[in-house]
């Protein structure tokens, strides 16, 4: 269970709050879907859920980041890390550099939590297959198309069997298929107990992957609940947030009387 | 006219990325080039502007074999935006990324203002043309990089996935981009995942699959059911409205107005 309780917060060298007085939980396998509209605070709340703001970047922040009812605010990242983990939005942000291969770079991660060598093996396979990547295991990390780049970065934080996820726009840059099979690894991930929380502008990929969805409009979370009921709220478009294809689809085709899920299963 | 012909390209460590591409694109269409990650989109595009090389084959613009071109001469008639704004911003102020690629084309003074303020304001930037980029989130970087090359006014404009990371008044702004060049009679080629943003915004679609081109034509006819095989033989789905009017029986309807001006057609 992770919780922002009554977060506000404001970047270093900045005289305003980014966000205000955010309240979220992610209990334990629950994925939380995150919408808005470009810069209404979706990343810098990712920043806050995993810790890295403030204490990897500084700031001022009230309120408190509580894990499993202990709080974490001002616990250095290391110990951060071990609980939960951010999967960046540019996926070259998060690259470390240091590894020649992709299957160094996705055991990295388990290589530092101090696992032993055949672990760290096996969780990098199973990581990789769990993506189909694969037949990119000797490639150059640095050397990736954008997609695979992200692919790569996603299977470093499954590699790493975190308690606590959060990604931001972890598919942005990835084709349909990718996107499946992002969406596949994910429902897996909560199915084993971890909470995810998920920044992203694809709708029709949370329709049907959250349970849950809060919406953030100029650093604000203003609502907060079913994702059955958020994604269908006639306010999204006015949010500037696109409706899932379906919703969308439904109300071009009010008028005709046809049902678009009822037109599919034919 | 762009004429691509058997373009191969091997990188230096070994990956094939185009393994035999023909296309020829004339002047003032809008084409959208899909396929999965790594079938070799960005790769194809690089070569129109000389940034890579074929290892074997031809680009030819406007009859011209270009492999003895500079980057800087094609910079002139192939604008290319990245699909990753931090790999082309550079500047401290967003006017002076813009100002950039028209000063190196020779523009100062009134002309060069002009350029730039037309620029960014067809991105939606228009008020912050004194901020750093840096300040800007991704998605506003995205579109400065959209605005620099615009600036340029360049014949041809290739974009490599504008829609990324853009909320729905984004994409919006980027398929106004689209239509605003198309109309000037400009070629604009995009690259893309969204395939509503595709069917809605190009009047042709070019395929790739493992570094070839696979399928070539119209939102309708690509996404038309009869290609929904080889379609899916790239992990790709036609959008929502194409499948919905294949299961009502009302033909090819690759877009939600399409369908709907179906429906209301039969009925």
């Known amino acids: ?36 509209p470009n810069e209404a605070g979706k990343s810098t709340i990712c920043l806050l859920a995993c810790g890295l703001a403030p204490a990897s970047i500084g700031g001022g922040l009230t309120g408190a980041l509580v894990i499993d009812g202990q709080s974490m605010t001002g616990r250095p990242v290391h110990e951060l890390a071990g609980q939960v983990v951010l999967g960046f939005q540019n996926p ?15 055991a990295l991660g388990p290589m530092n939590l101090g696992l032993s060598v055949a672990a760290t093996l096996a969780r990098t396979r199973s990581a990789l297959e769990r993506l189909r990547i694969e037949d990119l295991a000797e490639r150059d990390p640095a050397r990736l198309s954008g997609g695979q780049g992200q692919l790569v970065a996603i299977a470093s934080l499954l590699a790493m069997n975190p308690r606590h996820v959060v990604l931001d726009e972890p598919t942005a840059q990835l084709d349909p298929e990718g996107t499946r099979l992002v969406g596949e690894a994910l429902r897996a991930l909560a199915a084993s107990g971890t909470a995810l929380l998920v920044a992203e502008h ?26 059955s009921t ?8 006015g949010w500037g947030v696109e409706p899932p294809s379906r919703i969308r689809l439904s109300r071009a085709l009010a008028g005709t009387g046809i049902d678009v899920v009822g037109a599919l299963a034919r | 006219m762009i004429e691509i012909a058997g373009l191969v390209h091997v990188y230096p460590e070994g990956t094939r990325a185009l393994e035999g591409v023909d296309l020829r694109v004339a002047s003032g269409e ?48 192939v604008g290319l935006v990245f699909q990753d704004p931090d790999r082309q911003i550079f500047a401290g102020k967003a006017r002076t990324e813009v100002a950039f690629g028209p000063r190196n084309l020779g523009l100062r003074g009134a002309e060069l203002d002009r350029r730039v303020a037309e620029a960014l304001e067809a991105v939606g930037l228009a008020g912050a043309a004194d901020e750093n980029p840096y300040d800007l989130g991704y998605s506003r970087r995205k579109l400065l990089a959209i605005a620099s090359v615009l600036a340029m006014r360049t014949p041809i404009v290739v974009l490599d996935e504008p829609t990324t990371g853009q909320d729905l008044r984004g994409v919006a702004r980027v398929r106004a981009i689209v239509a605003a060049l198309a109309a000037e009679g400009r070629t604009v ?3 893309s995942h969204d395939m509503r943003f595709v069917a809605e915004t190009f009047d042709r679609v070019v395929v790739m699959r493992a570094g070839r081109v696979v399928l070539d034509g119209t939102p309708a006819v690509v996404f038309g059911e ?9 992990y790709l789905e036609p959008p929502l409205a194409a499948r919905v009017g294949a299961r009502l029986g009302v033909g090819s309807t690759p877009t939600e107005a399409s369908l709907v001006e179906a429906l209301v057609t039969r009925s």
């Not at chain 1, 922002?4 to 900045?14: E, K």
């Not at chain 2, 999965?36 to 613009?61: D, F």
């Open chain 1, 92 to 106: 070259a942000t998060q690259r470390s550099g240091v590894a020649a291969t992709v299957f160094e770079e996705v």
């Open chain 1, 230 to 237: 958020i994604l269908a709220d006639e306010r999204l478009e």
């Open chain 1, 202 to 227: 694809k709708t029709d990929l949370l329709d049907g992957l959250c349970g849950r969805v809060a919406v953030v409009v100029d650093g604000r979370i203003v609502v907060d609940g079913a994702a």
């Open chain 2, 226 to 234: 009869t290609c929904w095989e080889l379609l899916a033989s790239t």
């Open chain 2, 30 to 77: 809008s084409v959208a080039i899909v396929g999965q990650n790594g079938s070799g989109k960005s790769t194809l595009v690089r070569h129109l502007n000389g940034l890579l090389r074929p290892t074997e084959g031809t680009v030819r613009i406007d009859g011209r074999d270009i492999a003895g071109q500079r980057v800087a001469r094609l910079a002139a008639t």
């Open chain 2, 189 to 191: 080629i995009t690259i």
């Open chain 1, 1 to 36: 269970m992770l919780e922002l309780r009554g977060v506000s917060y404001r970047y270093a060298g900045y005289a305003k709050a980014a966000v205000h007085d955010i309240d979220l939980a992610l209990g334990d396998g629950e994925i939380v879907g995150l919408i808005g």
